[in-house]
T-cell receptor, first 110, second 115 residues
Framework: GNSVTQMEGPVTLSEEAFLTINCTYT??????LFWYVQYPGEGLQLLLK?????DKGSNKGFEATYRKETTSFHLEKGSVQVSDSAVYFC?????????FGTGTRLQVFP | DTGVSQDPRHKITKRGQNVTFRCDPI?????LYWYRQTLGQGPEFLTY????????KSRLLSDRFSAERPKGSFSTLEIQRTEQGDSAMYLC?????????????FGPGTRLTVL
């Protein structure tokens, strides 16, 4: 079936550190891939997306590349800020619904 | 604010009671989705509508759950004879179908606690 696996959190970093949150997926065909972010007390927001192999999604300094050969969509940011503290969800889209991973909590300290 | 809104934001009920949640999508969006999120998990798809038609329902949606979108605008999700296992955050999302992948915009959710 279709599923998404994310690295467990929490991920704890100091400000300006490099961030990687791993995400791998299992799916038939080539789904679209997404990263959503949930800031404390707020709803889910789309962070970035990629619709085909080798596409790179980017937004707010975050990047993720759709890797078909490794079925991965890892989230990276070169220098995190305290304001990036949130829960990050990797998701794939099959037909018209989203299938989410379990989420990874990121905590950034000054 | 013209985003997706949900009401109520919190609901506490006793086991066996019925509850109803409302979702108001972004006005020009024709698709509306319901998801459920339990603690420490990602959202799980429940059902979705295109205009007033309910196009897909998850196996998670037992007979006690019913969703409607009678005029293709707001939607309601009703849970009958609630159980403690129904305690979760219920999320609504909406999107507008277009030639490209449509982004789903999420509401703040309704947190249900069944005692």
């Amino acid at each position: 079936g279709n599923s998404v696996t994310q690295m467990e959190g929490p991920v704890t970093l100091s400000e300006e550190a490099f961030l990687t949150i791993n995400c791998t997926y299992t799916a038939t065909g080539y789904p679209s891939l997404f990263w959503y972010v949930q800031y404390p007390g707020e709803g889910l927001q789309l962070l970035l997306k990629a619709t085909k192999a080798d596409d790179k999604g980017s937004n707010k300094g975050f990047e993720a590349t759709y890797r078909k050969e490794t079925t991965s969509f890892h989230l990276e940011k070169g220098s995190v800020q305290v304001s990036d503290s949130a829960v990050y969800f990797c998701a794939l889209r099959r037909t018209d619904k989203l299938i989410f991973g379990t989420g990874t909590r990121l905590q950034v300290f000054p | 604010d013209t985003g997706v809104s949900q009401d109520p934001r919190h609901k506490i009920t006793k086991r066996g009671q019925n509850v109803t949640f409302r979702c108001d999508p972004i006005s020009e969006h024709n698709r509306l989705y319901w998801y459920r999120q339990t603690l420490g998990q990602g959202p799980e798809f429940l059902t979705y509508f295109q205009n007033e038609a309910q196009l897909e329902k998850s196996r998670l949606l037992s007979d006690r759950f019913s969703a409607e979108r009678p005029k293709g605008s707001f939607s309601t999700l009703e849970i009958q004879r609630t159980e403690q296992g129904d305690s979760a955050m219920y999320l609504c999302a909406s999107s507008r179908t277009s030639g490209s992948i449509d982004e789903q915009f999420f509401g703040p959710g309704t947190r249900l606690t069944v005692l």
